[in-house]
């Protein structure tokens, strides 16, 4: 400020100077006064220039050269680049802070979609696009109420009350393939809301399969505690022989065998579920596994068939069983080994033939393989035959001490094992079911 003073000053003086120097000594006044005065005028005309380049330079958009560099207006031209770089910078900085934020509301599970006051779609994520099928693009500044025309969505959103969510099928539900896709508005802003979309098609199937599994064992085990019941009452209020009682009681006692097979197959699966995966540490010797699997099989075969009728035909083949080891949990593949050959004889008509077998196979892996000569099953039913409760055939399930749990079990531990279940059938002829251990989890000793 001091030097703009002092150069105004040297500029006045400077005029007048010239003024009175220019004319004669008899006007030397008027001279110094029209020097001072068009010396002030120079003066105020560059200092206009200037100005009027530093206002120009501001209209420029894009680079540009700095138009004054020295006093005031050189400070000031300078003062305004800072602060435009830094309102660039500082730009730059926000919108980067906006894509960042975008991008983690891109990958959200749950949809989410901005609705004006007029309840038209200011932004969405792909989320919400897939859930709702909405094209992004397309449908921006839309009615949302055009383009999802959901009955239970129209009355949710004319209604404008939005503490709970609203349940409507997705876009690619079909009967047999169900999406359930929830929404939620949550007003913000002017009139603005922000709709939540989450798919809970697996939420609510898991809900139905608990809802299900409780009916299912709660029946399971109404059943056997009702003739229970009803045998305790017979025995006190009426005379029996002790034949009669002897009955009474053996029967009991299979109702009481029948719920603990049942409750212990329960925990099994409970253990299965919750229990970390089996190990490659553990190598359990094949042999073991088999010949408990083949002295089971042949007491429940024992055991089935009456007297009086044909055994099972029961055919044990397996090759390299002395050298090879599995690795992994010993009771669990116990249990899965039995219940597969227990399936196979307590479906098995008397008389039939039930063939088990371990084989190598090329690549390194080992087969279980059990064959029978049963009824067979049903194509429609073999996808569901592995879900817990569910039995082809009810009576000989029930009459054969099974819970409908085998099944499941035996694909538990087949997974946890890294391996993988097939069942084969035709019905009226016989099934095949089998599991396939991976080559990583076998090993051959060397002899
Ligand atoms: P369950 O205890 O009832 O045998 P599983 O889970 O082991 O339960 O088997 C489910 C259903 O699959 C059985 O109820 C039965 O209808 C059918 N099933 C299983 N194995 C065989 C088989 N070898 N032959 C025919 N049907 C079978």
């Avoid at 190598?360 to 039913?381: K, Y």
């Avoid at 879900?387 to 997974?415: N, P």
């Amino acid at each position: 400020m001091l030097w703009r003073f002092l150069t105004f000053v040297a500029c006045l003086l400077a005029g007048a100077s010239l003024g009175a120097i220019a004319l004669p000594e008899r006007l030397f006044w008027q001279g110094a006064c029209t020097g001072l005065l068009l010396s002030a005028l120079v003066w105020f005309c560059l200092d206009l220039i200037r100005g009027l380049s530093v206002l120009h330079w501001l209209q420029l958009d894009g680079v540009k050269e700095v138009p004054v560099r020295w006093g005031l207006w050189g400070h000031v031209t300078d003062r305004i680049r800072r602060l435009l770089r830094q309102h660039d910078r500082e730009k730059q900085a926000g919108a980067q802070r906006l894509q960042q934020f975008l991008s983690a509301i891109q990958a959200s599970p749950n949809g989410v979609l901005l609705l004006d006051a007029e309840d038209r779609i200011e932004w969405c994520n792909e989320m919400a696009a897939q859930h709702l099928g909405i094209e992004i693009a397309r449908d921006l500044a839309q009615l949302i109420g055009n383009l999802v025309r959901d009955p239970d969505f129209s009355a949710y959103l004319h209604r404008g009350q939005y503490e709970t969510e609203v349940v409507i099928a997705g876009r690619d539900h079909r009967p047999n393939h169900p999406v359930r896709i929830s929404l939620q508005m949550f007003p913000y802003g002017e009139g603005r809301r922000l709709l939540l979309t989450r798919d809970i098609t697996a939420i609510e199937q898991s809900e139905a399969m608990r809802r299900d599994f409780v009916a299912n064992v709660s029946h399971e085990i109404r059943t056997p505690l009702t003739v229970l019941a009803g045998f305790v009452e017979t025995l006190q209020t009426l005379p029996l022989t002790a034949l009669e009682r002897d009955k009474y009681l053996g029967l009991m006692s299979q109702q009481a065998q029948r719920m603990q097979t049942l409750v212990q197959d329960l925990l099994t699966l409970s253990r299965l579920e919750g229990s970390p995966l089996p190990t490659h540490q553990e190598w359990v010797p094949a042999l073991t596994l088999w010949q408990s699997c083949e002295a089971e099989g042949r007491a429940l075969s024992a055991m089935l068939v009456p007297a009086e009728e044909a055994a099972h035909a029961m055919v044990f083949e397996a090759d390299g069983l002395e050298t090879c080891e599995v690795a992994g949990s010993r009771a669990e593949l116990q249990s899965a080994m039995s219940n597969l050959v227990s399936n196979a004889i307590r479906y098995t008509p008397a008389g039939g033939r039930v063939h088990v077998a371990w084989h190598a196979l090329p690549e390194g892996q080992v087969e279980f393989a059990v064959t029978d000569t049963g009824p067979g099953i049903a194509p429609e039913h073999i996808p569901r035959i592995t879900e817990r409760f569910y039995r082809v055939d009810r009576s000989r399930s029930r009459e054969t001490g099974g819970t409908g749990l085998g099944l499941a079990i035996v694909k538990h531990v087949v997974q946890r094992h890294g391996g993988q279940l097939s069942i084969q059938s035709v019905l009226g002829q016989g099934s095949r079911f089998s599991f396939v251990l991976p080559a990583d989890r076998v090993h051959q000793l060397q002899r």
